[in-house]
């Protein structure tokens, strides 16, 4: 990662120093996809096995780098112990369900064809995510996307409307790096709050989820 700047420089021993100091293995940590630079799974084996080393529940998506994700069944039997993948379904890790699915470029921002055809495709992939989720009875939603649902102002979209729709109390994204994430939207949304997660806007240290009940994020 340092190609895209000096700030990038030993970032996974910045997270994991931030991590080991946070988390507790009872906890659970949301990552929202660009796990490896591996394009075969096998070369991703030793990102995961050092994710998998760190302490808590990680809960991992697919991202648009992520070329190395494999078939969902086989992928799962590859996950160290206390990893988790969410594709195309929801787990229930306590009373919190946990859905999501990559999403893709928004087809309004000069967006081709194939651009609306995959869109398409996440929002029906999404949406079954959801389904599931809600099965599960918990009382608390969070979905994860790998890029942004909402416009770069808050824009309402066509991802937006069905978190709305089946009530998600969360979302947390990722994506946007470095001047991208100027565009970045976090705050409460037609009743859903928003969380821009990429770990150079974090200064490369966790982000805690605030607890139920908040109206407004900053």
């Known amino acids: 990662m340092e190609v895209f700047g000096a700030h990038w420089e030993g970032h996974f021993s910045r997270i ?10 009872e906890d659970v940590v949301l990552i929202p996809g660009d796990i490896s630079w591996a394009m075969q799974t096998q070369d991703a084996i030793p990102d995961l ?26 992928l799962r039997e590859l996950l160290p112990k206390g990893m988790y993948a969410v594709q195309n379904d929801a787990m229930l890790l306590g009373d919190t369900a946990i859905c999501g699915t990559r999403g893709w470029t928004l087809p309004s921002l000069n967006g081709t064809a194939e651009d609306e055809k995959i869109y398409s495709r996440e929002l029906l992939r999404m949406e079954m995510s ?34 709305e729709q089946f009530q998600v109390d969360d979302v947390v994204y990722g994506h946007l790096h470095g001047a991208s994430l100027r565009g970045a939207v976090t705050g409460c949304y037609g009743g859903v709050r928003y969380h821009c997660v990429s770990c150079d806007g974090l200064q490369f240290k966790l982000y805690r989820l605030p607890d139920m009940g908040v109206e407004s994020l900053p």
């Open 49 to 74: 096995l050092a994710i998998g080393a760190l302490p808590g529940q990680k809960v991992i998506l697919r991202g648009n780098h992520d070329y190395w994700w494999c078939g969902i069944s086989r």
């Open 16 to 25: 994991a120093e931030d991590w080991q100091g946070k988390v507790k293995e």
């Open 130 to 163: 959801l389904e599931r989720a809600k099965k599960l009875g918990a009382s608390r939603l969070i979905a994860m996307c790998h890029y942004p649902p909402l416009g770069e102002r808050g824009e309402a979209t066509r991802l937006s409307a069905l978190l």
